[in-house]
């Protein structure tokens, strides 16, 4: 599984990265659980790559995957 | 489990044995299937079933003589069903058109002596088999003693359709014109097997069954390629039934034998014993239904009514009993079945893994099945086995066991004589359990110092985990080795006398350190004459029994006998002492399956309409979350004025951890008078709807504070300017647990809180820390 997953919440766009003052862009980065590896683009701070993961996809998109694996 | 271990295990599931009406038909036939059908007006359905056992059945089910009506367990609550009846009004019934299936033919030819029932049976299986079949008819019509019933119950025509069916299934009618039918040595010499017919009087045999063990079994008469069926008196009351079983029977044999088989090797029986148990307690006795006209039998509308009393006999006694089992869809020989395959895929997708880790491990269904099924010792075994094989899910049981863990470590664990108890003279240790003091810790302080007034310079107190969590979850690794700390603990005390209150833990103990006596501590309260203060406000209480006093009436007696001295009149909820129920914390349910937990809390609560009077922590607990007025016996025993003890409201993962964290501060600090450092933390302020989200989530509040403090310290969060809300995540252990706060005076306010076990690899500012 190596394409790449929009993993914004909905609300993403109203934070802004508390150390460096900036607005958070689309950023790759890789997920991984229990071996497998997943290319998603998160909203990060482009200064810092300080990275967000919202509820919205922790508890929907991220824990249907973790399960999905869990009893792979 | 091996192949032969699953079949035994399976075997020991009776919900697959026949009906008793099935056993007791020499052809099997299905009467439970066809009641359902008639019942539901699907005669088609209906005639699917007798055309799947009986050959000729629109003959037979016509006169069959119904030995299952005798076997029917109806008749223990009203008449028997009257199945041939019911048999006979579906026979009424148009049937609709059947597609011939082509058989291929075998070699092989047939003779079939005479036309009763026993001789067209034969043929019927046999031409259906793909056999050359020849029937040698007698002078006399066709049917042999089938003429001897009324047209009414049997119209001419009837008997000519099924005839005319058998010639389609191939098989020839010819008249017989040779010698005496009983010396056939010609038609061995034409036909390669020969099948005598005795019930046929235009074709009369002298023949008489064979006095020996084999005949009944397989219709061989000496002669090999000799068989012979519907021997019969011909003056004993005729049993159309027998006769087509036993031409059922010689055909069976003509195959084999045709064959070059064993007549005898891995024969079925005919008919069977069934274990099938069927509870009839609730059955509200019903006769049978009359009928309006005997002559022509039951009308459609009475067929079916009188399908209706059939009590569709089955067993599924233990998923009446758990809500659990009969979430699966299944029963136990079917669990057990899918269970074996879940262990035996290698890739794929584990669908069961949630049926082996969802079981409570109460032992419920075994204490009530017939056949005592072992489901738990199938899951646990399961679980070892998935745990040994690393498949278990990392999130099932992650929890509970570092919950375990916290309790075993330092700070919550304690192993101390009382005050003035020199190291070595405790003869009696309370253990509480890791449960009962963080949920209670005010209760295990009264207790504790009852049990000094009781047991003066002989108590002290061990604080620990009994390691029931690593055991439910498979994981016999760390059980040991929680044994292995309890029994350098307890033997540092100088091996006392164990007073457990939590009937798990005393389980637990009497496996892991048996050389250590354990008692409980209610038998303790109870026998040592300890001041039970009167009952103030209920007076009438239910005990609840958890699941793991199943096998400790002892136990039950010493609480019932604490609650009677309280003044309590005790009212038995269904399912108490050996049937007790698991409220859902059982083999960490709650963990693996929280909301059938939910579903099983919410049963036990409706059980009863009185105060249940818990005696295991958990129960408590699991009975409150579901709304269920509860107390625990510690509340009864010292009773806080001031709160309705019943009416508290469950406690969250966090209020057990720091509750249990807490209980070891205050015994340092009010029994042995040491002076502790509290360590200054974060305050964290949440509304009742964020700490029950926590709570559902797992996530406790320290973590929270870690997550919290690293953030504020580091800059490292994402801050929402319109609201001043900010968000941060921090990995701890195998999860990433994120906060919305926002920093008051009054301490760190709480939005929200959720976590997620995958991991972001690349997080510049993580990596950095």
């Known amino acids: ?72 | 489990m091996d192949q032969k271990g699953l079949r035994d295990l399976e075997a020991r599931c009776i919900q697959e044995e026949p009906p008793r009406c099935r056993a007791a038909c020499p052809l099997g036939l299905d009467a439970r299937a066809l009641c359902a059908a008639v019942a539901a007006k699907n005669m088609t359905g209906a005639w699917a079933v007798l055309r799947r056992h009986m050959p000729l059945a629109g003959v037979l089910a016509r006169i069959c003589d119904h030995p299952c009506e005798e076997a029917c367990l109806r008749g223990q609550a009203g008449d028997p069903v009257r199945i041939g009846a019911l048999e006979r009004a579906v026979a009424a019934a148009p049937e609709p058109r059947a597609r011939p299936l082509p058989m291929p033919k075998r070699p092989g030819t047939i003779a079939v002596t005479g036309s009763g029932l026993s001789s067209l049976t034969a043929a019927w299986d046999l031409a259906g088999k793909g056999f050359s079949v020849t029937i040698l008819t007698g002078s006399g019509g066709l049917g042999g003693r089938l003429a001897q019933f009324p047209e009414t119950l049997l119209p001419k025509d009837v008997v000519t359709a099924e005839i005319e069916l058998l010639k389609k299934r191939g098989a020839v009618f010819k008249p017989y014109d040779g010698p005496c039918v009983d010396a056939p040595a010609s038609l061995l010499g034409e036909f390669d097997a020969v099948c005598l017919g005795g019930d046929d009087p235009s074709l009369p045999l002298s023949l008489t069954a064979p006095d020996s063990t084999e005949f009944p079994v397989t219709a061989a008469l000496e002669t090999p390629g000799l068989f012979a069926c519907g021997l019969g008196a011909d003056d004993a009351p005729y049993s159309p039934i027998r006769a087509a079983a036993e031409g059922r029977r010689a055909a069976l044999s003509v195959d084999r034998f045709l064959q070059k088989v064993s007549l005898t090797a891995g024969r079925p029986p005919e008919t069977q014993a069934t274990r099938l148990y069927t509870n009839i307690d609730g059955a509200v006795p019903l006769p049978a239904v009359p009928m309006a006209d005997p002559e022509t039998g039951y009308s459609p509308d009475e067929a079916q009514e009188e399908a209706g009393r059939c009590l569709d006999c089955q067993c599924l006694e233990c998923l009446k009993a758990c809500p659990y089992l009969e979430a699966y869809k299944g029963y136990p020989k079917v669990y057990a079945r899918r269970v074996y395959n879940n262990l035996s895929i290698v890739k794929g997708h584990h669908a069961d893994n949630i049926l082996i880790n969802s079981c409570m491990l109460c032992g419920l269904c075994t204490a009530i099945c017939p056949e005592d099924f072992p489901m738990a010792d199938l899951c646990l075994s399961s679980r070892r086995d998935m745990t040994g094989k690393n498949v278990m899910p990392p999130s099932a049981h992650e929890f509970a066991l570092l919950d375990m863990a916290f309790a075993q470590g330092e700070d919550c664990a304690l192993a101390r004589p009382a005050p003035g108890v020199p190291d070595g003279a405790v003869k009696r240790a309370f253990f509480p359990g890791c449960q009962l003091a963080g949920l209670s810790p005010d209760g295990v302080m009264a207790a504790y110092g009852a049990l000094r007034d009781l047991f003066p310079g002989q108590t002290g107190i061990l604080l620990s985990c009994c390691g029931a969590p690593a055991r439910w979850a498979g994981r016999e690794d760390l059980f040991a080795a929680s044994m292995k700390t309890l029994r350098a603990s307890w033997e540092g005390l100088g091996k006392p006398e164990i007073v457990a209150a939590c009937p798990a833990c005393m389980d637990m103990l009497e496996e892991g350190l048996p050389e250590a006596r354990t008692v409980s501590l209610w038998e303790v309260f109870d026998q040592s004459g300890l001041a039970v203060p009167a009952l103030q406000g209920t007076a009438v209480l239910a005990p609840l029994d958890p699941c793991t006093a199943r096998n400790r009436p002892g136990v039950r007696d010493a609480v019932r006998s604490l609650l009677r001295k309280a003044g309590a009149e005790l009212v038995e909820p269904p399912y108490s002492g050996e049937l007790a129920k698991c409220c859902g914390f059982g083999g960490l349910m709650s963990e693996a399956n929280p909301e059938l937990a939910k579903t099983v809390a919410g049963r036990r609560a409706a059980e009863s309409p009185e105060d249940y009077a818990a005696y295991c922590a958990m129960c408590r607990d699991r009975l409150a979350s579901a709304g269920k007025r509860a107390l625990h016996l510690l509340d009864l025993l010292f009773p806080d004025e001031t709160q309705d003890p019943a009416a508290q409201p469950a406690a969250t993962v966090t209020k057990r951890h720091d509750g249990r964290a807490a209980l070891k501060r205050t015994i340092l600090r009010e029994v042995y008078g040491e002076s502790l450092q509290e360590e200054a933390r974060l305050q964290l302020v949440m509304s009742p709807e964020t700490a029950a989200r926590l709570d559902a989530r797992r996530i406790l509040e320290d973590d929270l504070r870690q997550l919290i403090a690293q953030a504020e310290a580091a800059k490292a969060y994402f801050l929402r300017p319109e609201t001043g809300h900010k968000l941060a995540g921090r990995r701890i252990g195998n999860v990433t647990f994120w906060a919305e706060y926002e920093m008051t005076d009054a301490g760190c306010l709480v939005h929200n809180a959720y976590c997620h076990r995958m991991r972001i690899k690349t997080d510049a500012k993580e990596a950095r820390q």
């Open chain 1, 1 to 72: 599984m190596n394409e790449t997953v929009i993993g914004f919440g909905q609300d993403d766009a109203a934070w802004i990265c508390g150390g460096c003052g900036e607005k958070l862009a689309p950023g790759p980065a890789t997920l991984e659980y229990m071996g497998s590896e997943f290319c998603v683009t998160l909203m990060r701070c482009p200064a810092c790559g300080l990275t967000l993961i919202s509820e919205e996809l922790a508890l929907g998109r991220m824990l249907r995957v973790e399960r999905l694996l869990e009893d792979k």
